[in-house]
């Protein structure tokens, strides 16, 4: 019933930029706060920037200021615009629906490679 889908990833570039989208369904995303996490060959999945239901924002410090994540409730979506992209930027990043008191839902991935 829920799914969630992610798109955009690809290869870009050392200072390049990509455009992901979290595309929801299957679940309203409203009230929830939602978040995009990475993971890097041979290392734990981090937390990248997450977004909540009033829409505050937090970032991982190795990305602020170069990725912002946004919202678009009415598109059951959520994207993460990553700029001045770094070789150590390449993983997979995945997206994730906060239930706080309940599992969490997330998405199958989607690559990014930041390479010259």
């Known amino acids: 019933q829920v799914q969630l889908v992610e798109s955009g990833g690809g290869l870009v570039q050392p200072g390049g930029s990509l455009r992901l989208s979290c595309a929801a369904s299957?679940?309203?995303?409203?009230?929830?706060?939602m978040a995009w996490y990475r993971q890097a060959p041979g290392k734990q999945r981090e937390l990248v920037a997450e977004?909540?239901?009033?829409?505050?924002?937090n970032y991982a410090d190795s990305v602020k200021g170069r990725f912002t994540i946004s919202r678009d409730n009415a598109k059951s979506t959520v994207y993460l615009q990553m700029n001045s992209l770094k070789p150590e930027d390449t993983a997979v990043y995945y997206c994730?629906?906060?239930?706080?008191?309940?599992?969490?839902?997330w998405g199958q991935g989607t690559q990014v490679t930041v390479s010259s």
């Open positions: 299957g679940i309203s995303i409203n009230f929830y706060t």
């Open positions: 977004i909540t239901r009033g829409a505050s924002t």
């Open positions: 994730k629906v906060d239930r706080r008191l309940n599992s969490d839902y």
